[in-house]
């Protein structure tokens, strides 16, 4: 078979890059309408960076990139949907609703240029009820005749080739009819192929859909949780640590995504709670809307709420005063920025005066300079924010850009900062020295014996 998938980001290519891996009898190609990405995905140097990633693309021969989306269409078996599906900006449901624009466009295409039989799935995430839009969209004709199936995809970045080779379930949703249920078999196939097959679950299309955005919304619903326990142990005597250890050990409850935090970022989490928000809102239901919607709230406040904390220990004022931001990509071992809690520090912080420095190990390597531009001097800064009358800069290294500052935020949890040499960026930095540990990365006692002051989440000593 021919596999197309349509968009060559995190999803589309890497799906595709592990899928092909297995299934070398079967030819795969990675279509985008963005030349330069295609490009990079051609050459030595790729557009994302994510650990593992670099060998499966060199090993896998039967995978091609290409800009080619309507002669791609017209060769394709099977064609998954990979096209990026964000917050609506303007508009009806602006700031809430999936702007669900680019799969329709997509699915236009495909109508227009399929040519034969074609599986057509659904693998980027869409409001219930998507599945509908692209029955209407896609005609059956004499010679051409279309399934759609839905089969979202649950790789976290950072961690996504291993996620990919060992996926805890992959879902897989069809409308139930003769021909979809020949077609979700013939999906499933594919994944048998390296996926245990009790880890294929199948469902009907509008739960598969739906079960999507409800893993990323309970996700997004623990780390709000945890953090808004955060904020009570901070005014009490108790350690956010400790907690999430004593009752992580309840099986029912779990261990995983109890780490207090500055927020969560990246790009799925904030828009895919906005987009049940937005469905429960539209169907009147209105208590569902607002019980999620309080997810996002927890959210911004826990960013917010550092700020000010930030604030209140430079004695009320960071106006000029020189802040380093350590970590821009929303968690470590990704390059991605995307709605990375930094953005909202940096951004408020620069509001009130402060001239902030950011430093990051991959950010700005990998596409997440878009909101920063470089400067016409050589040596550090190398980039600086290109929105007018806020002062932030981008350094390379992190020990040039603490130099001078009156405090060290740690936004990002890179494992390469608990190793930097604390005691030279301390005598570097003003008096007194803060970190504020918006990732609990550090160790509190050896910081505090370096001579920093030293704030984290979640700890009443700290507060
Ligand atoms: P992305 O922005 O990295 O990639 C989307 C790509 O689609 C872009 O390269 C864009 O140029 C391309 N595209 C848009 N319109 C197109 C068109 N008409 N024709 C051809 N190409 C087109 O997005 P992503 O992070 O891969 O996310 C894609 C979807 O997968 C989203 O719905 C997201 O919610 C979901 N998802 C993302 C992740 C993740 O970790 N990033 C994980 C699971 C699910
Ligand atoms: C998340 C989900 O984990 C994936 O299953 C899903 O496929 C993906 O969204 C998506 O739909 O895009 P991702 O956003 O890549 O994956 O990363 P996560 O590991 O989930 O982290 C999200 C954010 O929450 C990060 O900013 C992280 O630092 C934060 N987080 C996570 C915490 O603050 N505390 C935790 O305990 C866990």
């Given at each position: 078979m021919r596999i197309l998938t349509i968009g060559a980001g995190y999803v589309?290519?890497?799906?595709?890059?592990?899928?092909?891996?297995?299934?070398?009898?079967?030819?795969?190609?990675?279509?985008?309408?963005?030349?330069?990405r295609i490009n990079e995905w051609n050459s030595d140097t790729l557009p994302i960076f994510e650990p593992g990633l670099d060998d499966i693309a060199r090993e896998t021969r039967n995978l091609t990139f290409s800009t080619d989306v309507r002669g791609e269409i017209g060769k394709a078996?099977?064609?998954?949907?990979?096209?990026?599906?964000?917050?609506k900006m303007g508009g009806i449901g602006a700031g809430q609703a999936c702007d669900t624009s680019k799969v329709e466009a997509v699915a236009r295409q495909i109508n227009?240029?399929?040519?034969?039989?074609?599986?057509?799935?659904?693998?980027?995430?869409?409001?219930v009820g998507t599945n509908e839009m692209l029955h209407e969209i896609l005609e059956d004709t004499n010679d051409k005749t279309f399934t759609v199936l839905s089969n979202p995809e649950f790789l976290s970045e950072g961690t996504a080739i291993a996620d990919l080779e060992r996926p805890d379930r992959v879902l897989i949703g069809g409308t139930g009819s003769a021909l979809g249920l020949h077609s979700?078999?013939?999906?499933a196939s594919l994944y048998y192929k390296w996926v245990p097959v009790k880890r294929v679950i199948q469902t009907d299309i509008w739960t598969s859909e739906l079960s999507k955005l409800a893993a990323n919304a309970f996700l997004a619903q623990r780390v709000s949780s945890i953090n808004s326990l955060?904020?009570?142990?901070?005014?009490?005597?108790a350690r956010i640590d400790e907690l999430a250890g004593a009752i992580g050990t309840d099986p029912r409850i779990g261990p995983h995504f109890l780490q207090a935090s500055l927020g969560f970022g990246g790009s799925c989490f904030k828009k895919d709670v906005l987009s049940l928000v937005y469905i429960a809102h539209s169907k009147g239901l209105f208590?569902?809307?607002?019980?999620?919607?309080?997810?996002?709230?927890?959210?911004?406040?826990?960013?917010d709420r550092l700020v000010r904390r930030v604030i209140n220990r430079l004695f009320g004022t960071v106006q000029g005063k020189k802040i380093a931001i350590f970590g821009y990509a929303f968690k470590a071992h990704t390059g991605d920025t995307r709605e990375s809690p930094a953005t909202r520090l940096y951004n408020l912080l620069a509001e009130e005066g402060a001239d902030v420095r950011v430093t990051d190990p991959k950010a700005f390597q990998n596409g997440g300079s878009a909101h920063f531009s470089g400067l016409a001097t050589s040596g550090a800064p190398k980039y600086c924010l290109r929105e007018p009358g806020l002062n932030v800069c981008y350094f390379e290294n992190p020990l040039e850009c603490a130099v001078g500052a009156h405090a060290v935020i740690i936004a990002t949890e890179w494992p390469e900062?608990?190793?930097?040499?604390?005691?030279t960026i301390k005598s570097s930095m003003e008096r007194p020295a803060w970190i504020f540990d918006g990732r609990n990365l550090l160790d509190a006692t050896r910081m505090r014996a370096t001579g920093f002051h030293y704030a984290s989440i979640g700890n009443s000593s700290e507060y």
């Open positions: 589309g290519a890497l799906t595709m890059a592990v899928m092909a891996k297995h299934n070398k009898e079967h030819d795969f190609v990675v279509v985008d309408i963005d030349h330069q078996d099977i064609i998954f949907i990979s096209v990026d599906t964000p917050t227009k240029f399929a040519s034969g039989p074609t599986i057509v799935v659904e693998k980027t995430t869409v409001p979700q078999h013939t999906l955060a904020e009570v142990c901070e005014h009490t005597g208590e569902v809307a607002n019980y999620w919607e309080a997810v996002i709230k927890m959210n911004e406040h826990q960013q900062y608990i190793q930097l040499p604390w005691h």
